[in-house]
């Protein structure tokens, strides 16, 4: 079965604006079923169908339940539709994982077979730095080729060159809903390191770090709470940021900062 170009068109389309979907496709049926094997369709967050086919109600509640939990976790799912007398000479029950296959049931009078591979598709990691320090400029060159959407955040007075960022903000102000669920940097290194703290805080982020001694974060997260901040927000800062590596340049320091974020953004997808 050949997928149509209509298909194709909106997954390059939604992949283009940034946003997130699952790609279904059967990879193997046995006897009779609806859809063969090739069949593809597209499937919104809200569990919307969108474009393309992958059969009838037999198999659609375990593919959508398939399919939330990998836009959750980001791990593709193999998911087999068998009938029960099938499950039952396999020794699994429906809704159990074994070597890394979902089984489910089939209750349609065909009785057929049909595998169905589900793909999450999701928009680049965005990784949010504020400052214009060294680091910062480190850091958003070597995200960018590793496919992070970078937004730098600093007074436009102290950037000394072009940063290589997908968006640059001048300031300390950023939206709210420009935040979301990204990785979120503090490099200020001196220059506003109170306000870019502030800031970074109020962003819904899966990581926060901030470029500087643990004495300086200290002081800071004092005067912070004096201010009203909530401690355990300011507890979940990680500082100084990235890994122990030994880190003295400030290449060096962002790749360290990079893996640490690697570390946290791919925790649990190689089980």
């Known amino acids: 079965m050949t997928t149509s170009p209509e298909l194709l068109d909106l997954a390059a ?3 283009a604006n940034d946003e997130s ?3 279904a496709t059967v990879v193997r049926t046995v006897s009779v079923t609806a859809a063969k094997a090739g069949a593809k369709a597209i499937i919104r967050p809200d569990g919307t169908i969108v474009a393309g086919w992958i059969g009838g109600g037999c198999a659609r509640g375990a593919v959508l339940k398939a399919a939330r939990e990998a836009l959750a976790d980001g791990v593709p799912r193999m998911v087999s539709v068998q009938p029960d007398n099938l499950l039952a000479e396999l020794g699994v029950k429906p809704g159990e ?3 890394g296959v979902r ?3 089939n209750m ?3 009785k057929g077979t049909m595998d169905i591979f589900v793909e999450p598709v999701l928009p680049h990691p965005a990784l949010v730095i504020f400052g214009a320090s060294p680091v910062a400029l480190a850091l958003a060159a070597q995200a960018r ?3 992070y959407h970078v937004t730098l955040v600093a007074p436009a007075a102290d950037l000394i060159t072009t940063p290589e960022a997908d968006l640059v903000i001048d300031g300390f102000a950023l939206e709210q809903q420009g935040c979301g669920s990204r990785f979120v940097v503090v490099s200020t290194q001196g220059k506003g390191d109170e306000a870019a703290l502030r800031a ?13 001694s643990r004495r300086k974060m ?5 005067k912070l709470i004096k201010d009203g901040i909530d401690a355990a927000l300011l507890d979940k800062v990680k500082a100084p940021a990235g890994l122990d590596l030994g880190a003295i340049t400030p290449e060096e320091i962002a790749m360290s900062i990079l893996a640490e974020i690697t570390l946290t953004r791919r925790r649990g997808q190689r089980g």
Request: charged share 20%.
């Open 13 to 15: 389309q939604l992949k």
């Open 21 to 23: 979907f699952v790609l």
């Open 97 to 99: 994982t074994k070597e």
């Open 103 to 105: 089984f489910a049931s």
């Open 108 to 110: 349609c009078p065909s």
């Open 145 to 147: 080729p590793l496919g």
């Open 200 to 212: 970074a805080l109020a962003c819904d982020a899966a990581y926060h770090a901030f470029v500087g």
């Open 218 to 222: 200290d002081s800071l997260r004092d």
